[in-house]
């Protein structure tokens, strides 16, 4: 409850602040944007954090559960070290690598374009996906396991009844991670030829213009938070609830 | 039921965990795995469903090489139950019992049926129960439907590793009780592994008792406690075997099963008859289905028309499962020499006599002498 208090009470000034600066509608020598390229720009934003996020889930949980199998148990710790050097990396470091790398796979030719970003943004928002699905399932007590198999479940049956929704919490904590941390970074693809609201951001820090800056922190800010809410709630209401109760004894 | 021949579980690595172990276990009877840890029992357990693939030998069940079938199939008619319980926390009670029926793609209404059914056996109230998450129960009510769980589809083994090793030793006390009195209704042939030598006393119609995986003495919990057949299991038993034994002996281990009785309905002349051949002074008394109501005798008998005026009638007794230090102090109490053994629906089962529990008082005490 308290919590949400706090949320709110962030969200309400962020939208102030926004506003307030959005109607300053001139800084010194410097034009503010207008509410509709706050609105254009947030729209690129997210799409431009939709594509990663997409791929991300997808191949983040694949990755992060295969490397659960028994078969493929070797590969865990280089993907896991792939993963954690990832990580480790500065998230500016991993668009710029990307946009200095010779390279075109498929239709994406890198370079200091959108793909580029979108590819940037995806392998960073990768890690908490991929590392969270592979804690959820590898975390599921043995016991539990043993049982399945000992009662002759199949292993398929034991992935989709026992481990999937067992794991779902954290999978889904692991997306909205990545979600937040995406709609932060994506601040910086700007640099890279992405969109979004890194435009205004980088608009006012070249200007020198604080309020500037403030326009494009703002409403990222209050994407990242509202993503994260939604996100959250969506996770509370696919979480089983016989998780949940143990969640509230422990 | 169950037949191993010459079963070997050797690791990659040149462990034997195994050592060509060959038993069998009768239908219907519990059979205890016993031993120190490190000694096979669970591994030779888990080779009967195949958890744990077999290097060399056979497991047969019901005289069917148990790789021949398919691993799925083999393990839904075999109940595994083992000490962390495994229950599947995202699930109800319901849906954890209601596992292998699902599986074995029993129709709705046969599986709400049944994990009623489980629920009322473990004794838990299914309308208050069936609901509710693992995560709302306590230790105890957990291993109950752990164990109901491993009851589902009925099978007629039951695999069971430590089962109540998890639970306090007074929860744990009250468990195996309720867990014999399950069995006498439900007949399962089980295994049980524990490290715990009362509990395998209690528990078992035969221990196996193992060491180093090899197969040290398979023998009735009697056997094992009086005539241990080396150093490893007189140690493993303990060295306060005799009185542990008189605490820790059940009542069917020293009873006499065939008892000489008269029925209600029978001649006096014929009561005289069998009074005379039993060579005692009294004659228990039983009705035609053969329920236990009392006693005669031949100063009873004299004058009588009937065996069943002749009667003294006495409600005294016990179950073969009952403790025989219990049995003692309740035959004392009864004032008769013999305490009649009765099943739960009142049959006589077998005669507890003086001269038995005596007889293993004598065994006991010699043991010890021979020991010291």
Redesign the interface.
């Given at each position: 409850m308290r919590r949400r208090i706090v949320l709110i009470s962030i969200l309400v000034i962020l939208i102030g602040l926004t506003i307030w600066v959005t109607n300053m509608g001139k800084v010194g020598i410097f034009n503010m944007f207008t509410y509709k390229d706050i609105l254009v720009h947030s729209f690129d934003h997210l799409v431009m954090v939709f594509w990663p996020l997409l791929f991300g889930i997808f191949i983040g949980t694949f990755l992060g559960v295969i490397v659960t199998r028994p078969g493929f148990s070797r590969l865990s710790l280089s993907v896991m070290g792939l993963v954690s050097m990832g990580q480790a990396m500065p998230s500016m470091a991993v668009i710029a690598i990307m946009a200095i790398l010779p390279l075109s796979i498929g239709f994406i030719h890198f370079g200091f374009n959108f793909q580029t970003a979108v590819v940037a943004l995806f392998i960073y928002g990768l890690m908490p996906i991929l590392r969270n699905s592979y804690a959820g399932v590898l975390n599921i007590?043995?016991?539990?396991?043993?049982?399945?198999?000992?009662?002759?479940?199949?292993k398929w049956?034991i992935f989709w009844k026992?481990e999937m929704?067992?794991a779902l919490p954290v999978i889904t904590t692991g997306i909205r991670i990545s979600a937040v941390v995406t709609v932060g970074t994506a601040e910086l693809a700007v640099l890279v030829g992405g969109k979004g609201l890194g435009t205004i951001t980088f608009t006012g820090v070249f200007a020198q213009e604080p309020l500037l800056i403030l326009q494009g922190a703002a409403p990222t800010a209050i994407l990242a938070i509202g993503l994260g809410v939604i996100l959250e709630f969506i996770e509370n209401w696919m979480t089983?609830?016989?998780?949940k109760?143990?969640a509230?004894?422990s | 039921m169950i037949r191993l021949e010459h079963v070997s579980k050797i690791y990659p690595d040149g462990t034997k965990a195994v050592d060509d172990i060959s038993l069998e276990v009768n239908e219907g009877e519990i059979c205890v795995f016993l031993g120190p840890s490190g000694c096979g029992k669970t591994t030779t357990m888990k080779m009967i469903?195949r958890?744990i693939p077999i290097t060399s030998g056979t497991i047969f069940i019901n005289d069917q090489d148990n790789i021949k079938v398919k691993?799925?199939?083999?393990?839904?008619d075999i109940g595994?139950?083992?000490q962390?319980?495994?229950?599947?926390?995202?699930?109800?009670v319901g849906q954890n019992i209601e596992?292998?029926p699902v599986?074995k793609g029993w129709s709705k209404e046969k599986r709400a049926q049944r994990v009623a059914e489980l629920l009322e056996l473990v004794r838990l109230n299914p309308v208050e129960y069936g609901n509710k998450?693992?995560?709302?129960l306590s230790g105890g009510q957990r291993q109950r439907v752990?164990v109901a769980?491993a009851l589902?589809a009925d099978p007629p083994i039951l695999?069971m590793d430590e089962p109540f090793g998890a639970i306090d030793p007074i929860n744990r006390v009250e468990l195996q009780a309720e867990f014999l009195k399950i069995q006498q209704k439900i007949k399962k042939t089980i295994i049980f592994v524990t490290h715990d030598i009362y509990e395998a006393i209690k528990m078992g119609d035969r221990i196996a008792l193992m060491k180093d995986g090899k197969l040290v003495q398979y023998d009735t919990p009697a056997n094992i406690l009086y005539h241990p057949k080396d150093e490893f299991v007189e140690g493993f038993v303990g060295a306060d075997r005799a009185l542990k034994g008189l605490q820790l002996l059940r009542v069917k281990e020293v009873m006499n099963r065939d008892v000489i009785t008269i029925q209600t309905d029978d001649t006096v002349n014929l009561a005289r008859e069998r009074l005379e051949k039993t060579g005692g002074d009294s004659l228990p008394v039983v009705t035609a289905r053969g329920e236990f109501v009392g006693w005669t005798n031949v100063e009873r008998l004299e004058g009588s028309a009937t065996v069943n005026d002749a009667m003294q009638a006495s409600s005294t007794a016990t179950d073969e499962n009952a403790v025989l230090n219990e049995a003692l102090s309740l035959m004392m109490a009864s004032g008769f020499k013999s305490l009649p053994i009765v099943d739960e629906t009142g049959n006589l089962k077998g005669m507890l006599t003086m001269d038995a529990i005596q007889q293993a008082l004598h065994e006991a005490i010699q043991s010890r002498e021979t020991e010291a």
């Open positions: 007590d043995r016991a539990i396991i043993e049982s399945a198999e000992g009662m002759g479940m199949t049956q026992i929704p067992m089983p609830r016989g998780l109760i143990k509230a004894n | 469903n958890l691993t799925s199939d083999l393990r839904r595994y139950a083992i962390e319980i495994g229950l599947f926390t995202h699930m109800t596992t292998v599986l998450y693992p995560a709302e752990g769980r589902g695999l």
